[in-house]
C-alpha cells in the first residue's frame, strides 16, 4: 500500500519523467544514431513530446486535473506504437503500409532478443505513463 500511496502522491512527476525518458531516447535515437523516423515514429512523437511540456507544468503546480487532458494523448500514441509493432512483427501488417514514402515503418533499427524494438518501447513508455495517471487520478477523486 506504501508503493501505492507514492506513486498517487509523486504521479504528475513520475509521469514527467517517463515522458522525458522517451523524447530522450526518441531524440538520441534520430540526433545521434541517426535512425530516420517513418510515419509512424513520428506520430507516436507527436503524442509523446506535448506531454513533457504538460506534465511539467501540472508537476510543477501539482495539477492533477491535466490527467484528463494528457490520458487520450498516450491512449492514442500507445495504439500506434501497437499498431507499429504488429507491423514490424507480423508479416500480414507489413501489406498494410501508411509508410509509403521515405523510410518503410516495418524497418526495425533496433531489435534486442528478437522482440524489442523502438515501437515496443514507445508502447511501454506510454502505458507507464498511462498507468501511474490512472493511480495519480484516484487521488484526484479522493479528495
Not at 104 to 117: A, H, K, M, S
Amino acid at each position: 500500500m506504501k508503493f501505492r500511496g507514492f506513486i498517487r502522491t509523486y504521479s504528475l512527476y513520475l509521469a514527467w519523467v517517463v515522458a522525458i525518458i522517451a523524447t530522450g531516447g526518441s531524440l538520441y535515437l534520430s540526433d545521434v544514431l541517426l535512425y530516420e523516423p517513418c510515419k509512424l515514429c513520428w506520430l507516436q512523437r507527436i503524442f509523446m513530446y506535448p506531454q513533457v511540456i504538460l506534465l511539467g507544468i501540472a508537476s510543477y503546480k501539482d495539477d492533477r486535473k491535466i490527467i484528463s487532458y494528457v490520458l487520450p494523448l498516450s491512449i492514442i500514441g500507445g495504439s500506434i506504437s501497437i499498431f507499429h509493432y504488429l507491423e514490424q512483427m507480423v508479416p500480414g501488417f507489413a501489406k498494410i503500409a501508411p509508410c509509403s514514402v521515405g523510410v518503410p515503418c516495418n524497418v526495425d533499427y533496433l531489435n534486442w532478443f528478437g522482440f524489442i524494438t523502438i515501437p515496443l518501447l514507445a508502447l511501454i513508455a506510454f502505458i507507464m505513463i498511462i498507468s501511474i495517471l490512472l493511480v495519480g487520478r484516484n487521488n484526484v477523486e479522493e479528495e
